[in-house]
């Protein structure tokens, strides 16, 4: 194989409580790339479309993240990537960690497969630590893995690959503000209060259980987030009524998708997340605020192979 062409997905960090641990993979929202194998070795971006991104390869996370595996695989040869960026960056649903996961992902068909999915988000990671200054898992594992994942941890890093209940679907509004992650992480508080953290992580313990039992109850009375969302949704214009319709509308839950603007609801069945969806755009309908809304099943797959 000389050339692969694939599909990365988006994905939503954090899931309300799990802030650095959790995430999700989108279905049909997500770049496409195509990585050719090249007889000199080293790489280059050689066409980006949809966005404004440097083609320069140690300031790029898809070239920073196709040096680390490639280094790492002792390759005898480099490569050339196209990117055909989908997903707007600042928009709060990977899109730097798409372009990451995805050019280590191809890079490994085209060796030959000899790394796993936890060796691929090792190299995703660098990538996406170019963007966003830290080195975070969140939203490049559930693009590997598909479906949800956690986090376990960082150094080792272990990532733990969780079930998707059947008709689990998401809604995402995107307003059309920049919240840049390194900005959104600068806001939250360096201690947080026991008291808080108590409920925080009995929240993660039952939302990991009712993905197990795919018990929608449980996982609507997980999804809350005491930490964060408290500071971050200050920056989103709106958030509240957002939260307040999809909530009203049926939703299990609704909350913050990885540093924002993005906010994501999940809904049990594809009727309620289409409801939610029409309820929310109404309310930015009303704003001068442009915005993007996709429904979207859970991609239990993650980064598909398109040719
Ligand atoms: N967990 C990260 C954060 C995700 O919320 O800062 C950033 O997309």
Redesign the pocket.
């Known amino acids: 194989m000389n050339e692969i062409k694939i599909f990365s997905p988006a994905t939503v960090?954090?899931v309300s409580c799990g802030?650095?641990v959790l995430g999700f993979c989108l279905d049909n929202i997500g770049d496409e790339m195509i990585i050719r194998k090249t007889v000199d070795k080293g790489v280059k971006i050689t066409r980006i479309v949809g966005a404004d991104l440097p083609f320069e390869v140690t300031k790029n996370v898809a070239g920073v993240a196709a040096l680390s595996i490639l280094k790492s695989a002792n390759a005898d040869f480099g490569v050339e990537i196209e990117i055909y960026k989908k997903i707007k960056p600042g928009s709060?649903i990977?899109s730097s960690s798409a372009s990451a996961s995805g050019v280590v992902f191809a890079i490994n068909e085209l060796l030959g497969r000899p790394f796993n999915n936890q060796e691929l988000t090792l190299h995703g990671m660098k990538g996406e630590a170019i963007a966003?200054g830290v080195e975070?898992a969140?939203?490049v594992a559930p693009g590997i893995f598909g479906g949800f994942t956690l986090v376990k941890s960082i150094n080792p890093l272990k990532i733990i690959a969780l079930p998707t209940p059947s008709e689990l679907y998401a809604t995402i509004i995107h307003p059309k503000i920049e919240i840049k992650?390194s900005e959104?992480?600068a806001i939250l508080p360096k201690q947080i209060e026991l008291s808080k953290a108590i409920k925080q992580w009995a929240n993660v313990g039952s939302l990991v259980s009712g993905l197990y039992t795919s018990d929608y109850e449980l996982i609507a009375e997980s999804l809350k987030d005491y930490i964060?969302e408290p500071h971050r949704s200050q920056l989103i214009p709106h958030f509240d009524k957002v939260r307040n319709a999809s909530m009203n509308t049926g939703a299990l839950g609704c909350g913050i998708s990885?540093?924002g603007p993005s906010i994501f609801s999940l809904s049990k069945g594809e009727e309620t997340a289409n409801k939610v969806a029409k309820v929310i755009s109404k309310i930015y309908n009303n704003t001068n605020i442009e915005f993007d809304i996709h429904v979207s099943k859970i991609n239990t797959e993650g980064i598909k192979i398109l040719s």
């Open positions: 960090a954090n802030f650095d709060g990977g966003s975070h969140d939203n992650t959104a992480r964060i990885g540093s």
